[in-house]
């Protein structure tokens, strides 16, 4: 996970290239665990202080939202390399904002295997 989360934060601001399915889904478990300790950091240590608990109010704790933003590129970016990675263009990323079956698409692409051997956008990276 360390080592996926090595590679997103190296290619910060990366598009050529391709990302595995592992490195992606390991990004993605990354960014979770890490939003779980950080509310938890907000509810305990500095929502007190507000009088408010981060749990219940999440899209306002402050070390969520800092990491929400710092997190929001290299997750675009890895996101557009995993589409690489099948083929398709980084612009289908767009897709998402056909309601739920723009979600679901994107959801089937990022779980696919991705393709065999050189494609239009480099070489396998695995």
Not at 64 to 83: D, H, I, K
Not at 94 to 119: D, E, R
């Amino acid at each position: 996970m360390l080592q996926a989360a090595d590679t997103v934060l190296a290619n910060y601001f990366t598009f050529a290239g391709r990302a595995n399915r592992a490195e992606y889904w390991w990004w993605m478990l990354f960014m979770f665990l890490t939003t779980l300790i950080l509310l938890a950091v907000d509810s305990y240590l500095i929502a007190p202080t507000f009088g408010q608990t981060a749990i219940m109010n999440p899209d306002q704790s402050p070390a969520t939202m800092v990491a929400n933003l710092l997190f929001f590129f290299p997750s675009l970016t890895v996101t557009v390399r995993r589409m690489h990675d099948i083929g398709k263009s980084g612009f289908w990323l767009f897709i998402v904002f056909v309601p739920l079956i723009g979600a679901l698409l994107l959801l089937y692409w990022s779980l696919k295997g991705g393709t065999q051997g050189y494609n239009d956008y480099g070489p396998m990276q695995y």
